[in-house]
Nanobody
């Protein structure tokens, strides 16, 4: 079955950086678009960044210029490099893969930006 496992979250000071990883299994990873989403307390889950099988990327306005999504098909892993982090980036970050009509999600990794 499809499994997504995120890692790399933690506590970081404003202005700091983190790199999140999402390891996928159960799919031919290179064939699928992958996305990073986040959900802050009391807010809806929102798209942060996506990357197609061909490597085309898209970003939420809040992520442009600070975050970079990338993928390593040999490792079945998608990454989210986050720089210049702000307190408002605090959230649980999830990766997602749409497979046919089903969205598969990881368990999430907590990112907290605080001094």
């Amino acid at each position: 079955q499809v499994q997504l496992v995120e890692s790399g979250g933690g506590l970081v000071q404003p202005g700091g950086s983190l790199r999140l990883s999402c390891a996928a299994s159960g799919i031919i990873f290179s064939q699928y678009t992958m996305g990073w989403y986040r959900q802050a307390p009391g807010k809806q889950r929102e798209l942060v960044a996506g990357i197609t099988s061909g490597g085309t990327t898209n970003y939420a306005d809040s992520a442009k210029g600070r975050f970079t999504i990338s993928r390593d098909n040999a490792k079945n892993t998608v990454y989210l490099q986050m720089n210049s982090l702000k307190p408002e980036d605090t959230a649980v970050y999830y990766c997602k893969v749409p497979v046919y009509l089903t969205n598969y999600w990881g368990q999430g990794t907590q990112v907290t930006v605080s001094s």
